[in-house]
């Protein structure tokens, strides 16, 4: 029997209005998505009123989680203080200068001193953006660690490395140099694509990359700039021997940091959950004349909320 013209104009509603349901489901997914990125604590600041003073390592603030808070590794915190309308990083040991805003690789050093967060600008289709890893810099097609374009990673020729999945960055973990690799001649496969959402999310691990003798720590964070824009990957980069990092020595790159970090946890991997840190002026009469300062705090790139407490009379 012959559907009707009815009947066939009830079934495309039908299957045009599921189709506009699905996809306005869809729409709403990608638009609410939230990323794994960041943290749920809020850190509260109490500015003290030792800052009255002109010396050059005066207390300047103490700092604490709110309750209930998770511990976060300082390979990936960011702390900045605003003061006057200056800023001053806060650090255990150096900041990261200036960088040219028109360099396609921006790296900033985090609050351990010796982690960079990278991101790269991997927009262009057509050319490559190449990334030397060890002085943290742009550079050339015949001299560089790791190449960009879009969602395209490949390491230069010659280089050894290996993945290691379900590890962080500041995790102490054993490196077999049997498992290395020297596969360069494929992208790598850095990433999963989640359908539902519409997302680049890379995998969860740490790759291994030896260059010129020398082992770095690379752990991509995100395929995202901080206004949600693809073809901007980020990661966070060190080396297992810091002291002889060419980024780390560069003084055009970073300088001792005006306002450093103290704290009572001989365990400098991670800032406890529980734990109250200071921040000292570090040699340089930064604030004086009951100055009054703000805090800004990023966690894997992501804005940290801030509680700004009454001063203390300490």
Known sequence: MKLSIVSWSRAFLGLALAVAVIAGV??????????????????????????????????????????????????????QLEIDGETYGCTFGSQSTEVDEASRVQPSLGADGLTFLTQVDATREEQ????????????NESDYTLRFSK??????????????????????????????????????????????????????????????????????????????????????????????FPALNNPDLVSPSPCRIVSEDPDRASWDGIEEIKLLENGLNICSANCDLSLVATFEGVNVRIVQSETSGA
């Open 26 to 79: 869809w729409s709403v997914m990608v638009v609410s998505y939230e990323s794994d990125l960041g943290t749920e604590n809020g850190i509260t600041v109490t500015q003290y009123n030792a800052l009255a003073t002109n010396g050059s390592d005066d207390v300047l603030a103490s700092l604490s989680f709110e309750e209930g808070a998770e511990d976060l590794p300082w390979s990936s915190l960011q702390l």
């Open 151 to 244: 969602t395209d990673i490949h390491m230069n020729d010659g280089l050894r490395w290996q993945f290691v999945e379900g590890e962080s960055i500041e995790n102490d973990f054993t490196i077999d140099e049997t498992q290395f690799v020297n596969a360069t001649e494929e992208r790598l496969d850095w990433y999963t694509y989640d359908l539902a959402v519409h997302r680049v999310t890379p995998n969860d691990g740490v790759y291994i990359v030896e260059q010129e003798g020398q082992f770095f720590k690379i752990q991509f964070l995100t395929y995202y700039n901080d206004e949600d824009e693809a073809r901007y990957p980020t990661m966070l980069i060190s080396s297992l021997s810091p002291e002889s």
């Open 128 to 139: 490559f953006t190449y990334v030397d890893v060890p002085n943290q810099a742009s550079s």
